[in-house]
């Protein structure tokens, strides 16, 4: 069971906002940034955004990153087919002196 | 262009090991942290280890602390990373990916493609 928790499943239609939290603690979240990986179907992860906020150059500017506290959000406005993939944070903890990825949400673009 | 490359992977009985390695290019990975991060059939990402550079400085997962070392490699000629798995388990079945942890270890930047590790009797 993963100490980030992400809702399993998320879904929007072509052109819509969607949002995807991120839940931890005072050992993770709260004292380090967030980062968000995207895994589209049969590939590897692909860093979208890191530092809770900032994108890595080439990742459009419809996916953004906030923290605040022991939990963090990703959203991705103006939502497309290609949008369609799994996510995934992950933070460091101090308590276990390891990386925690949340168990991923499914997005569907219906 | 950075790159990483698995290999390594493999059909293995429980008990048995199997050490992985990644082959890096397009920077030097002894100025870097890197990870290994492992996905199990049809489930979410796991983390499983990391080092720092000069491999001072290795962390791990509580489940795989005794049975699996990180290492990069001694030889300068080779720009490598390993796993070494031993006492495998077959929970420890899964697609490994190696990566490299930019921003001073504070992200994993970039990604091999992974190798199958698949545990069995």
């Known amino acids: 069971q993963s100490v980030l928790t992400q809702p399993p499943s998320a879904s929007g239609t072509p052109g819509q906002r969607v949002t995807i939290s991120c839940s931890g603690g005072?050992?993770?979240?709260?004292?380090?940034?967030i980062n968000w990986y995207q895994q589209l179907p049969g590939t590897a992860p692909k860093l979208l955004i890191y530092g809770s906020s900032q994108r890595p150059s080439g990742v459009p500017d419809r996916f953004s990153g906030s923290k605040s506290g022991t939990s963090g959000s990703l959203a991705i406005s103006g939502l497309q087919s290609e949008d369609e993939a799994d996510y995934y944070c992950a933070a460091w903890d101090d308590s276990l002196d390891a990386w925690l990825f949340g168990g991923g949400t499914k997005l569907t673009v219906l | 262009e950075v790159q990483l490359l698995e290999s390594g992977g493999g059909l293995v009985q429980p008990g048995e090991s199997l050490r992985l390695t990644c082959e890096a290019s397009?920077?030097?990975?002894?100025?870097?942290?890197m990870s290994w991060v492992r996905q199990a059939p049809g489930k979410g990402l796991e983390w499983v280890a990391c080092?720092?550079?000069?491999?001072?400085?290795?962390?791990?997962l509580d489940s795989v602390k005794g049975r699996f070392t990180v290492s990069v490699s001694r030889d300068n000629t080779k720009n490598s990373l390993y796993l070494q798995m031993n006492g495998l388990r077959v929970e420890d079945t899964a697609v490994y990916f190696c990566a490299r942890d930019g921003g001073g270890g504070w992200y994993s930047d970039y990604w091999g493609q992974g190798t199958l590790v698949a545990v069995s009797s």
């Open positions: 397009g920077f030097n990975l002894r100025d870097d942290w």
């Open positions: 080092i720092n550079g000069d491999g001072s400085k290795k962390h791990y």
């Open positions: 005072t050992s993770n979240i709260e004292k380090h940034n």
